[in-house]
Nanobody
Framework: QVQLVESGGGSVQAGDSLRLSCAANGGTFSNIVMSWFRQAPGKEREFVAAISRSGSGTYYAAFVKDRFTVSRDSAKKTMYLQMNSLEPEDTAVYYC??????????????????WGQGTQVTVYS
């Protein structure tokens, strides 16, 4: 069983940066693929970024447009999402997710085995 705990959300101005963290407790960190999803009010949860077990492979949603970077630190058992040039449209609750299944990347929320509690990101214009 893996427990995921996010941190790092907050309220910022458009153009600012934030770094989200997702600490994984329990399980074997190298066995899970991890991702970030987000959900804005009144909208469905959507994929943001994914990272492979080794960290060598990443994949991003089109709307990221080179503004976000996903990474993971095996020593700290933590995944990160560095978000730059934030826009008001990025306002949402951000969730980290993980899967121990055989897929190389986790891009569909229904395939996640574990979820964090979410962290709010608010971007003001």
């Amino acid at each position: 069983q893996v427990q995921l705990v996010e941190s790092g959300g907050g309220s910022v101005q458009a153009g600012d940066s934030l770094r989200l963290s997702c600490a994984a407790n329990g399980g074997t960190f190298s066995n899970i693929v991890m991702s970030w999803f987000r959900q804005a009010p009144g909208k469905e949860r959507e994929f943001v970024a994914a990272i492979s077990r080794s960290g060598s492979g990443t994949y991003y949603a089109a709307f990221v447009k080179d503004r976000f970077t996903v990474s993971r630190d095996s020593a700290k058992k933590t995944m990160y999402l560095q978000m730059n040039s934030l826009e008001p449209e990025d306002t949402a609750v951000y969730y980290c997710a993980a899967s121990a299944q055989n897929a190389k990347l986790l891009t569909f929320p229904e395939r996640a085995d574990y979820w964090g509690q979410g962290t709010q990101v608010t971007v003001y214009s």
